[in-house]
């Protein structure tokens, strides 16, 4: 899912290596301390880590209440997400 959502951002030449959540982890950790001039990136990297790297599974009956159907999460449905999120919010935020 990571790769399809870095694809529909426009980065397409991001090769994505499976390596353990420890692993993982450790080395955005040690990025964060390490490299200072890339620090405010890596700490919004560390706030996610737990979406990369632990199993998910999202309770659904909130939503169920309040929609009639909603939609089941998919790669069109992420897509779908991603363009909106390209085209109304990332390219407006400063860096």
């Known amino acids: 899912m990571l790769q399809a959502v870095?694809?529909?951002?426009g980065y397409q030449r991001i090769k994505l290596i499976p390596v353990p959540?420890?692993?993982?982890?450790?080395l955005i950790k040690s990025i964060y301390?390490?490299?200072v001039p890339v620090r405010k990136y890596?700490?919004?990297v560390m706030?996610?880590?737990p979406y990369f790297t632990d199993?998910?599974?999202?309770?659904?009956s909130?939503?169920?209440r309040h929609l009639d159907n909603p939609p089941e999460i998919s790669r069109e449905l992420v897509s779908r997400i991603n363009k909106y999120a390209k085209e109304n919010i990332l390219d407006h935020i400063e860096i």
């Open 62 to 64: 909130a939503v169920e």
């Open 42 to 44: 890596t700490k919004s």
């Open 21 to 26: 959540a420890w692993i993982f982890k450790a």
């Open 33 to 35: 301390f390490f490299v």
């Open 55 to 60: 199993p998910c599974h999202f309770e659904r």
């Open 47 to 49: 706030w996610y880590i």
């Open 6 to 9: 870095l694809s529909d951002l």
